[in-house]
Nanobody
Framework: EVQLVESEGGLVQAGGSLRLSCAASGLQFGDNFAIGWVRQVPGKGREGVSCFARSNGRTFYADSVKGRFTIFSGDAKNTVYLQMNNLKPEDTGVYYC????????????????WGQGTQVTVSS
């Protein structure tokens, strides 16, 4: 069974930084997977934020976060981090990580398994 465990989000002032992590266990296809992040903003729909494909090393970002967010994998290949810099109040939401096989899906919204979600709040 695939499980995703996300780190705690937090409260940060606008312009600040925060790093989220997503640790996957139970993956069955070697390096043929992708891990990404989707956020849910109250009163709005879901937005695909970013995705990292372990399968081919490619990264993808929503236009709203390009240049501010960086997705990467550390020493533990099944853990992916989302470094969020220059945060804005509109980045506030619940962030969910997900795993897809084998690549990132084009809308950055489609994942097979989801994490529990973590709240990120950016104050103005």
């Amino acid at each position: 069974e695939v499980q995703l465990v996300e780190s705690e989000g937090g409260l940060v002032q606008a312009g600040g930084s925060l790093r989220l992590s997503c640790a996957a266990s139970g993956l069955q296809f070697g390096d043929n997977f992708a891990i990404g992040w989707v956020r849910q903003v109250p009163g709005k729909g879901r937005e695909g934020v970013s995705c990292f494909a372990r399968s081919n090393g490619r990264t993808f970002y929503a236009d709203s976060v390009k240049g501010r967010f960086t997705i990467f994998s550390g020493d533990a290949k099944n853990t992916v981090y989302l470094q969020m810099n220059n945060l804005k109040p509109e980045d506030t939401g619940v962030y969910y990580c997900g795993v897809n096989y084998p690549y990132c899906e084009s809308t950055l919204l489609q994942y097979h398994v989801w994490g529990q979600g973590t709240q990120v709040t950016v104050s103005s």
